[in-house]
Antibody, heavy 118, light 107 residues
Framework: EVQLVESGGDLVQPGGSLRLSCTAS????????MHWVRQVPGQGLMWVSR????????IYADSVKGRFSVSRDNAKNTMYLHMYSLTTDDTAVYYC???????????WGQGTMVTVSS | DIQMTQSPSTLSAFVGDRVSITCRAT??????LAWYQQKPGKAPKLLIY???TLESGVPSRFSGTGSETDFALTISSLQPDDSATYYC?????????FGGGTKVEIK
């Protein structure tokens, strides 16, 4: 079964850091372009970042550029989202997602909740 | 950035009704337009891509139309299982952007 499982969501104080993980199974992760998308509870979806299969080309939304960093370990079938200098505006459910080709997001994980609050 | 605007934000209809959701982009997305369905507490699910191509397993009552900047998702005969929020999304250029969502409710 093709599956993405996020983990690492937590309650963190403003200015803090957190690392999310996304573990893939059921497909060839090492050849798959991947995305992070977030959603404030009760609100819409916001694309956060995209990383290519080799981890060499990464694109970020302006709102997270310089504060978030995406990486991947293809040997572990895992992608990471490193978040720094967190603000209350970063409070959201974070989804990892698999690209279907041509930048189309095809498969989503179940999401992990990040709460930034003092 | 390409902004995506959906309307209405909420839609209430009876089972069996034909309903449509519109999505407008601030510039042409060259056909790279997708629709997702999201149920409460769940991840979004891809319904339609490239404007009108139905994802495998998606019921044929769902259809997508449009071109350039104006698009629509239509449910030909609304079913109870269609109660959800629907999002359009352009994947023509980065940053990828989503519409604000349309919540479909069953009367």
């Amino acid at each position: 079964e093709v599956q993405l499982v996020e983990s690492g969501g937590d309650l963190v104080q403003p200015g803090g850091s957190l690392r999310l993980s996304c573990t893939a199974s059921g497909f060839t992760f090492s050849t798959s372009l991947m995305h992070w998308v977030r959603q404030v509870p009760g609100q819409g979806l916001m694309w956060v970042s995209r990383i290519n299969a080799g981890g060499t080309t990464i694109i970020y939304a302006d709102s997270v550029k310089g504060r978030f960093s995406v990486s991947r370990d293809n040997a572990k079938n895992t992608m990471y989202l490193h978040m720094y200098s967190l603000t209350t505006d970063d409070t959201a459910v974070y989804y990892c997602a698999k690209d279907r080709g041509g930048d189309l997001i095809g498969l989503w994980g179940q999401g992990t909740m990040v709460t930034v609050s003092s | 950035d390409i902004q995506m605007t959906q309307s209405p934000s909420t839609l209430s209809a009876f089972v069996g009704d034909r309903v449509s959701i519109t999505c407008r982009a601030t510039q042409s997305v060259n056909g790279w337009l997708a629709w997702y369905q999201q149920k409460p507490g769940k991840a979004p699910k891809l319904l339609i891509y490239k404007v009108s191509t139905l994802e495998s397993g998606v019921p044929s009552r769902f259809s997508g139309t449009g071109s350039e900047t104006d698009f629509a998702l239509t449910i030909s005969s609304l079913q109870p299982d269609d109660s959800a929020t629907y999002y359009c999304q352009q994947y023509n250029s980065y940053p990828l952007t989503f519409g604000g969502g349309t919540k479909v409710e069953i009367k």
